[in-house]
Nanobody, 123 residues
Framework: QVQLVESGGGMVQAGDSLRLSCVAS??????MGWFRQAPGKEREFVAA????????YYADSLKGRFTISRDNAKNTVYLQMNSLKPEDTAVYYC??????????????????WGKGTLVTVSS
């Protein structure tokens, strides 16, 4: 049984940093990534990384502030978020895919999703 457990969310001030973690249990996945959903908005893609870490995909608006990485030995994906802004406030979801497909091209179709972790950025 696959389970994704996110951690690292919280309340911070604008300009602060946070690192989210997501541990996958049950099996390994070619693509591990993050999505987010802000209040009253649709879920959007944030970042994803392939198995080797050689390819990382980002939402254009987040490039330079967010960095995704993974540790296959721990079956964990991380999202380092720097220079956080109030508009980054959202529930952040971990998601994984068995296939090596850029989520930006698949419309965000992923095999499994976590329950989410809330990030709140105050001004």
């Amino acid at each position: 049984q696959v389970q994704l457990v996110e951690s690292g969310g919280g309340m911070v001030q604008a300009g602060d940093s946070l690192r989210l973690s997501c541990v996958a249990s049950g099996r390994t996945f070619r693509i591990m990534g993050w999505f987010r959903q802000a209040p009253g908005k649709e879920r959007e893609f944030v970042a994803a990384v392939n198995w080797s870490g050689s390819s990382a995909y980002y939402a254009d608006s987040l490039k330079g502030r967010f960095t995704i990485s993974r540790d296959n030995a721990k079956n964990t994906v991380y999202l380092q978020m720097n220079s956080l802004k109030p508009e980054d406030t959202a529930v952040y979801y971990c998601a994984v895919n068995s296939f090596n497909i850029d989520p930006r091209l698949s419309g965000g179709a992923m095999d499994y999703w976590g329950k989410g972790t809330l990030v709140t950025v105050s001004s």
